[in-house]
């Protein structure tokens, strides 16, 4: 049993930040990578920031500089820093992660309930 949970979405005015926040738990032998995505009214959901347990990154193209992800192996955590917010980033971010539980061969993946983001003046 695996539960990813995220929180930290808030209303935040433009130019503002917010740091997003999820936490894995449950019988997970190891993480291969956590991300984060969103999906935001009318649109279909989008990559934004993805972090393997080794570090590397990848990020989205519309919030490369902005925002930084992050993460803590050892307590199965991945952050979002958003910073300079613009409108176009309100939409409800979804956690990720791909791991492979206790005595499970394969790797899965996992979604979190989304939180709400929502940039406005």
Known sequence: QVQLVESGGDLVQPGGSLRLSCAASGSISSIKSMGWYRQAPGKQRELVATITSGGRT????????????????????????????????????????????????????????????????
């Open 58 to 121: 990848n990020y989205a193209d519309s919030v490369k500089g902005r925002f930084t992800i992050s993460r803590d192996n050892a307590k199965n955590t991945v952050s979002l820093e958003m910073n300079n917010l613009k409108p176009e980033d309100t939409a409800v971010y979804y956690c990720n992660a791909n791991l492979k539980r206790a005595w499970y061969t394969d790797s899965e993946d996992y979604w979190g309930q989304g939180t709400q983001v929502t940039v406005s003046s």
